[in-house]
């Protein structure tokens, strides 16, 4: 099972603060307590990866986003367990892609930050809502990009109306996030050129007015120096 990882740290850049998060994404696994028989028996379905009665529950359900204790619809749950084919089936027969859980998590937001690109594209054809943001604030591209999920990042970043320049709660765009995150390396650097050649802006700075390039300077990305130049 996945758990959506991201730093937790304050740290000085060259004399600059910088504010970073971390929390591991709480994932529910225990559903007892619910008093509906029908919302027990399809989590139960899917920790058991009952492709067969799963799809059975969906041409009978009236509600395809009935939610558990911790405020996860199946589609929501499913994507937590690793279950894609399931995930899938729920997407196909029309459960909201942008139901959100107790953390802010919607199906859309969490797959686009974990790098689930085929689930982001079949979301995609379903209605995914680029105004619902996460727990920071931000978009699925913004994790995305920081933790050099490529094809997703190329995926969201030329996707038609997609806000490529939304600034998160901590004053962080996907570009700037790739660069303050960012490790550097190939994949990093290959997400700058994407994000600048669908359009991110480099010129939006942080809260504290400075900008993605004297980040990379301080950090001594070279590559990325020289797409930001």
Known sequence: MKRNLFLACIFAMNGVTVSCYSEANPISQNIAGESS???????KLIDRDNIDEVKNFIQKTKDLNIKNAHGETP?????????FE????FIQAGADVNTQDQIKNSPFLYAGAEGDTELVELMLQHQPDFSIYNRYGG???IPAAEKGHVETVRLLANT?????????????TALMEAVVLGDGGRDQVEIIKILLDAGADK?????HNVSALEHAQRREFNEIVKLLK
């Open 86 to 89: 399931i995930a899938k089936l």
């Open 75 to 83: 589609l929501m749950y499913a994507i937590y367990q690793d279950k």
């Open 203 to 207: 010129n939006i700075s942080d809260r």
């Open 160 to 172: 038609q109306n997609y806000p490529i320049n939304h600034v998160n709660s901590l004053g962080w």
């Open 139 to 141: 978009t699925a591209l």
């Open 37 to 43: 028989q029908s919302v027990t028996k399809i989590f």
